[in-house]
């Protein structure tokens, strides 16, 4: 029997005046797995990350984390359970250290507060644990260096960064790939399947990259127009028609 789903929405659906954005959209997200949503211009994917993160409260329908109503909970509520939104939730302090960033996302993860006259050095299992996240995301080697400095696709591995030290069990990632050249791309994609590999956190992932969703999903839930229209393995979405004709009618991109 398979284990119950660690993040459930049913029914969630919100509307924009005349406009249902997300429609009646029921999914369930395995526990260790990564699930990608996808869809066509518009589909409405940013907007149900919206909804399962806090950031937009549903017209109807309920949000489930580990099978607990979260449906009324923001988004730092969210995060307190274990919910994390990436590039929405995480800010870069640009002038501070590319270690330093991460240290602070620690801090708030073990509720040690922003004390400007003690030094970083009062915190060295902090020092120790972000500087392991930076080999993670593979920023080691950039670790004394300003985040300003870090390219857009270093931002975005800083980002992920920060995210994992807020240790999330569900990571909500959207578009982590958005704005980065080719030669960006495989880091990324080789630090998702690092944290896959690892099986003891659960991602959620918006991408409008086909190749990088089929290599990283367990399951791949389609939107159209708002509405889920196929939820199942990379194998079978690749051949659903109703799929192909959503793409080809559309194109794949943000919302």
């Known amino acids: 029997m398979s284990a119950p789903p660690i993040l459930e929405t049913r029914d969630l659906t919100v509307k924009f005046g005349g406009h249902i954005a997300v429609n009646s959209v029921s999914l369930q997200v395995e526990p260790f797995s990564v699930k990608s949503i996808i869809g066509p211009n518009g589909a409405g994917k940013t907007t149900l990350f919206n909804l399962i993160s806090g950031q937009l409260k ?19 509520q969210r995060t307190e359970l274990g ?9 870069i302090f640009p002038r501070l250290t590319v270690l330093e960033n991460v240290r602070l996302a620690l801090q708030a993860r073990a509720r040690i507060g922003l004390v400007f006259w003690r030094s970083y050095r009062s915190y ?16 080691h080697e950039r670790w004394s260096d300003e985040a300003s400095t870090l390219t857009h696709g270093e931002q975005r591995k800083l980002e992920i960064a920060i995210l994992l030290a807020l240790e999330p069990e569900v990571l909500l990632l959207d578009e982590p790939t958005a704005g980065m ?3 960006e791309v495989p880091a990324i994609l080789e630090i ?10 659960t991602i959620l992932l918006v ?19 708002g509405m889920l229209i196929c939820d199942d393995v990379p194998e079978a979405v690749a051949q659903n028609e109703e799929v192909q004709r ?6 794949v991109g943000h919302d």
Do not use: C
């Not at 060295?124 to 920023?139: G, H, N, R, T």
């Not at 998702?192 to 956190?201: F, G, L, M, Y």
């Open 124 to 139: 060295p299992e902090l020092e120790e644990k972000a500087y392991y996240l930076l080999e993670q995301v593979l920023l």
């Open 58 to 76: 549903p017209t109807g329908g309920r949000v489930f984390f580990k099978a607990t109503d979260i449906t009324g909970l923001g988004p730092a």
């Open 192 to 201: 998702i399947q690092e944290i896959k590999a690892a099986r003891d956190r």
């Open 181 to 183: 050249s080719i030669e």
């Open 83 to 91: 919910i994390g939104r990436s590039f929405q939730l995480t800010n």
């Open 246 to 251: 959503a793409y080809l009618g559309g194109g």
């Open 207 to 225: 991408e409008h990259k086909f190749d990088m969703i089929m290599t990283l999903s367990d399951r791949i839930a389609v939107l159209k127009a």
